[in-house]
């Protein structure tokens, strides 16, 4: 057993050990020699893991032909309050012993353009995005930021009805929200395609035009393309690239 790091580092999913683990500092009634031993035999297994192959299968999403799943190594439960056996190690058994450990927080902001797809010619801040699928939840929440930053007020142009959004949870009865149920939810409106001509008729549309942000001026156009650190909304599929105006947009 001395000679295998994997028999070693069972030793601590045993019961006894793995509640000890998974409270925050309940560590510290382990052994402290057996500890020692265990997250060293981690290590080991950590530093023999093929590692480029896994990120290439789970982060790349790259297989090569015929493939299985890479898994991750068996290891126990990391003790808390840690993230990590390397955060264990390095507080309890390394060179950061004598440093404070998750003591301080910072806020940071990341400043983002957002380009628009149309923009409604009398009231520049009423943004019409065609859109088949809003893919992950920084996409809605780009839009969500753009919107309320910049008093825009989106009218999405869905093409398939009902599409449920791809990052939210089944409801208790089964059910997941819509792409239609989070716009109104956040106070959008949307139409499908093929109604456009209608909505621009509608009563609606003139009360946005009248009503939204009518005390502020209209935004600039932007002539320039939006570089590296624009935002690509509209990625997934029956996607519309039709832009003009750019805002700018703060996400925390």
Request: proline content about 6%; charged content about 30%.
């Amino acid at each position: 057993m001395l000679n295998d790091p994997q028999a070693l580092a069972d030793l601590l999913k045993a019961p006894q050990y793995d509640v000890l683990l998974l409270e925050k500092e309940g560590y510290k009634r382990i052994d402290r020699n057996l500890l020692k031993i265990c997250a060293d035999a981690i290590k080991e297994i950590e530093l023999k893991f093929e590692w480029d192959n896994y990120n290439r299968q789970r982060h790349a999403g790259r297989f090569l032909e015929g493939e299985a799943v890479i898994k991750t190594p068996s290891l126990p439960a990391y003790p808390r309050p840690f993230h990590s056996w390397s955060e264990f190690r390095l507080t309890v058994f390394g060179g950061m012993q004598d440093m404070p450990f998750e003591q301080i927080e910072v806020e940071y902001t990341v400043t983002k353009k957002h380009r628009s797809d149309w923009t409604d010619k009398l009231n520049n801040r009423i943004w019409y995005q065609g859109k088949g699928v809003i893919p992950n939840l920084e996409s809605a929440r780009d839009l969500i930021c753009a919107a309320k930053q910049n008093s825009i007020h989106h009218v999405f142009i869905f093409t398939v009805p009902n599409i449920k959004c791809p990052w939210a949870k089944p409801r208790k009865d089964g059910s997941t929200m819509t792409q239609e149920e989070w716009a109104k939810k956040e106070g959008f409106d949307y139409i499908y395609e093929g109604e456009e001509k209608a909505f621009l008729e509608s009563p609606r549309r003139k009360w946005l035009v009248e009503n939204f942000s009518k005390n502020l001026p209209q935004l600039p156009f932007k002539t320039a393309r939006v570089l590296e650190d624009s935002i690509a909304i509209n990625t997934g599929f029956f996607a519309h690239k039709q832009q003009s105006a750019s805002v700018t947009m703060t996400v925390q």
